[in-house]
Nanobody, 122 residues
Framework: QVQLVESGGGLVQAGGSLRLSCTAS????????MAWFRQAPGKEREFVAA????????FYANFIKGRFTISRDNAKNTMYLQMNSLKPEDTAVYYC???????????????WGQGTQVAVSS
């Protein structure tokens, strides 16, 4: 059974930082493209950042503008999203995702985590 388990969400003031973690089964982590998406209330789920399936390349949404960094620890089968300079508009449920071919659009995702809530107060 494939599992993607996120953690690290919470409430933070604007300008603060959070680090999200996603732990996946070894089979998925080693062979799939891994990504972070987010969904704010009343909005569609949107791409945030991703590794390609080889884990050699990283992709970021334009709105990140250097504030977020995606990383991974292969020994722990864990992917991270370091979020700095958080803004109220970053408030959303953040999802870990895996796609066998790609992970930069929701339509290519094969597996989703349950999500972790991030709330940024002004």
């Amino acid at each position: 059974q494939v599992q993607l388990v996120e953690s690290g969400g919470g409430l933070v003031q604007a300008g603060g930082s959070l680090r999200l973690s996603c732990t996946a089964s070894g089979r998925i982590f080693s062979n799939y493209a891994m990504a972070w998406f987010r969904q704010a209330p009343g909005k569609e789920r949107e791409f945030v950042a991703a590794f390609d399936w080889s884990s050699r390349y990283m992709f970021y949404a334009n709105f990140i503008k250097g504030r977020f960094t995606i990383s991974r620890d292969n020994a722990k089968n864990t992917m991270y999203l370091q979020m700095n300079s958080l803004k109220p508009e970053d408030t959303a449920v953040y999802y870990c995702a895996a796609g066998s071919r790609s992970a930069v659009t929701a339509s290519t995702i094969d597996y989703w985590g349950q999500g972790t809530q991030v709330a940024v107060s002004s």
